[in-house]
């Protein structure tokens, strides 16, 4: 099965887009990931997910932890969160291959509500973790990949692949993980409430407070369990969506250093230049200019 998917998912970016590029699919949700070269780790956020590599392998870094995942595994992105992600193994012979498959929690909350036994999320883990892909997930990706081929297809059979994976996710051996994400009652998905907030006026100052009652939780409880899921505080995750938000105006819409620090709500362009330049490694300026010839291949 992994050379039938090795031969697929080549012949569908050689006709859509081609190496070292993202190939968008029928599937909506689902995209194609192709390197020919290992990439430096390259910040940006990731959102739930399933990131499954087919050909070669990749690492993500957050904070004090770094995960490895390779071909026949996937990294699962339960909580959206700001992360350095990078191939660690392509060649042109043999390239990099993967597909990410952005989580329907609606979705999979409807499949766990129907699990006779759902997963009880009671552990404490952090919102991301490496799954060994099974048999029955393999075979589910294969079919979402043979679905690229048929689009008229796609909105009866879709739904139905996404929700026995789901099933497949939910009931193997991380399923406790994946359930917090989408229990309703669950601290993950109000910690992702709360997130959802942030994103949405990244450029108002928060006080914990106020993420606390969003999260309809104390703010000591808010504080931990907000620093559990994602590696970082509430602040600090504040001011990573900014700093990120900003690099993405500056990089894909051409916005100068100032407009870029105002847009996102910061007053001192010089103080964005300095939390900025502790971020990334180096000024906005001489970061934008390096970028700016990648485009669309940052995301891999």
Same mark, same amino acid.
């Given at each position: ?8 998912? *080549? ?14 699919? /029928?599937?909506?949700? =689902?995209?194609?990931?192709?390197s ?20 070669? #392998? ?11 995942? #390779? ?5 699962? =992105? ?30 999979m ?9 759902? /997963? ?38 879709? /739904? ?49 407070a106020?993420?606390?009652?969003v999260?309809?939780?104390?703010? *000591? ?32 819409e ?11 709500g ?5 103080q ?11 000024? /906005? ?6 970028l ?9």
């Amino acid at each position: 099965m992994e050379s039938e998917l090795v031969s697929a998912l *080549s012949e569908y970016v050689a006709a859509n887009g081609g190496a070292d590029a993202l190939s968008f699919t /029928p599937l909506d949700g =689902v995209v194609v990931l192709c390197s020919t070269q290992t990439r430096l780790p390259f910040r940006r956020m990731y959102k739930p997910s399933l990131c499954v590599v087919v050909q070669g #392998a990749k690492r993500i870094e957050v904070a004090d932890r770094a995960l490895d995942y #390779a071909a026949g595994s996937a990294l699962a =992105v339960s909580v959206e969160v700001p992360a350095y992600g990078g191939v660690t193994q392509a060649s042109k012979e043999k390239p990099f291959l993967g597909l990410t498959i952005d989580f329907d929690t609606e979705l999979m909350r409807a499949v766990l509500e129907r699990l006779p036994e759902p /997963p009880i999320a009671q552990s404490s883990g952090t919102g991301l973790f490496v799954e060994t892909l099974s048999e029955a997930q393999r075979d589910c990706i294969a079919r979402l990949v043979r679905l690229f081929s048929m689009p008229k297809a796609v909105p009866v059979l879709y /739904p139905a692949i996404i929700k026995e994976l789901y099933y497949w996710l939910l009931t193997g051996p991380n399923g406790t993980e994946l359930g917090k994400m989408v229990q309703s009652d669950g601290h993950a998905r109000r910690i992702a409430d709360a997130i959802i907030h942030m994103r949405q006026d990244f450029k108002r100052q928060w006080r914990i407070a106020e993420l606390a009652e969003v999260a309809c939780m104390s703010s *000591s409880s808010f504080h931990q369990h907000f620093k559990t899921l994602t590696s970082m505080t509430p602040l600090q995750y504040q001011k990573h969506l900014r700093l990120m938000e900003a690099r993405r105006l500056m990089v894909t819409e051409a916005a100068n250093v100032t407009r870029a620090a105002l847009e996102v709500g910061y007053e001192s362009p010089s103080q964005f230049s300095r939390e900025y330049s502790r971020l990334f490694g180096c000024s /906005p300026k001489r970061d934008v200019t390096a970028l700016r010839p990648y485009g669309a291949q940052l995301s891999l």
